[in-house]
């Protein structure tokens, strides 16, 4: 069992940089592929980026150049670093775990609550 808590989103101006964070429980997060998805308003769940046991990254094409993952085993966190963000980007953004996670949210078993995070023009 994996619990997951997302922190770090909030209110940023067009360009600016956030770094949302998911903090896993559970003895089996190095184990785990690491994902976020994002739902903006009125919109379907998408696939944001993710990265493997292994440290594979896998980005959607929006945000390639611009998001990085990553994640550090020892304190079972992963990390979205966000720069040049814009008013697309307004969503709320999930964290989830699967020993499986690449870009569909069927390989994840575990999914968080969700940060929002909003781009003020």
């Known amino acids: 069992q994996v619990q997951l808590v997302e922190s770090g989103g909030g209110l940023v101006q067009v360009g600016g940089s956030l770094r949302p964070s998911c903090a896993a429980s559970?003895?089996?997060?190095?184990?785990?592929?690491m994902g976020w998805f994002r739902r903006a308003p009125g919109k379907e769940r998408e696939f944001v980026s993710a990265?493997?046991?292994?440290?594979?990254?896998y980005y959607a094409d929006s945000m390639k150049g611009r998001f990085t993952i990553s994640r550090d085993n020892g304190k079972k966190t992963v990390y979205l670093q966000m720069n040049s963000l814009k008013p697309e980007d307004t969503a709320v953004y999930y964290c989830a775990a699967g020993p499986h996670g690449r870009y569909s949210s069927g390989g994840y078993d575990y999914w968080g609550q969700g940060t929002q995070v909003t781009v003020s023009s």
């Open positions: 990265i493997s046991r292994l440290v594979y990254l």
């Open positions: 559970g003895r089996t997060f190095g184990n785990h592929a």
